[in-house]
């Protein structure tokens, strides 16, 4: 009778497709919670915010103004590259993108290329970015629904992008707000 050994034999080894963490918070506009955040964590590679603090960061000279003109931005931390939406001028990002800096070597190339895509849309509550791994490139659509900004909602519906590029929609939609319901039903409690 043949044995019934085990037959051991190494497994090929299988190219790996680069694993991201994308982590999602409401900052509620907080400068301090933000800066924590980005200096504390050791593991998240892309992180999408909604309300973020976003207020002066310096002060343009402006011959017309003699006090010179507050220059607005979120936070910056050194390991991270800040991505903004599109914001109107004088107006406010509703949505930000924080990207992990990375430093290529020869062994461990970048996972991940970020690019913002401010031609898909001018919405301040709306971020499209395209991330790039080496097998290809995803859409992620950063969204906040400002309840006081009816047209958030509408930009985020109308988003006309390409249906063949996998697409990760992320955000704060406040779903607990009115806009989300039929007229004829009551809202929920």
């Known amino acids: 009778m043949p044995s019934m050994g085990c ?9 790996v497709q680069p694993i991201i963490s994308i982590a999602l918070v409401n900052m509620h506009r907080r400068n301090a919670a933000t800066h924590v955040l980005l ?6 590679n892309l992180f999408l915010i909604q309300e973020p603090w976003f207020d002066t960061i310096g002060t343009a000279r402006l011959d017309s103004a003699c006090q010179g003109v507050d220059i607005l931005g979120g936070v910056a931390s050194p390991g991270w590259e800040v991505l903004y ?23 461990n190339k970048t996972p991940f290329t970020t690019i913002p895509h401010l031609d898909i849309s001018a919405h301040p509550c709306l971020q499209v970015l395209d991330v790039v791994l080496d097998t ?7 969204f906040y629904c ?18 063949a590029t996998p697409t990760l929609v992320v955000g704060d939609f ?4 009115p806009s989300w319901s039929p007229p004829t039903i009551p809202c929920s409690t």
């Open 7 to 15: 037959c051991c034999r190494p497994l090929p080894i299988m190219a």
């Open 39 to 44: 200096n504390s964590d050791e593991h998240t």
């Open 85 to 107: 939406p599109a914001i109107p001028k004088g107006g406010q990002a509703k949505v930000m993108a924080y990207a992990r800096k990375q430093a290529p070597t020869p062994h």
């Open 136 to 142: 290809g490139t995803w859409h992620i659509i950063n």
């Open 146 to 163: 400002d309840v006081k900004d009816k047209s958030s909602l509408q930009a985020l519906l109308t988003l006309d992008i390409d249906a």
């Open 174 to 177: 406040n779903t607990h707000s």
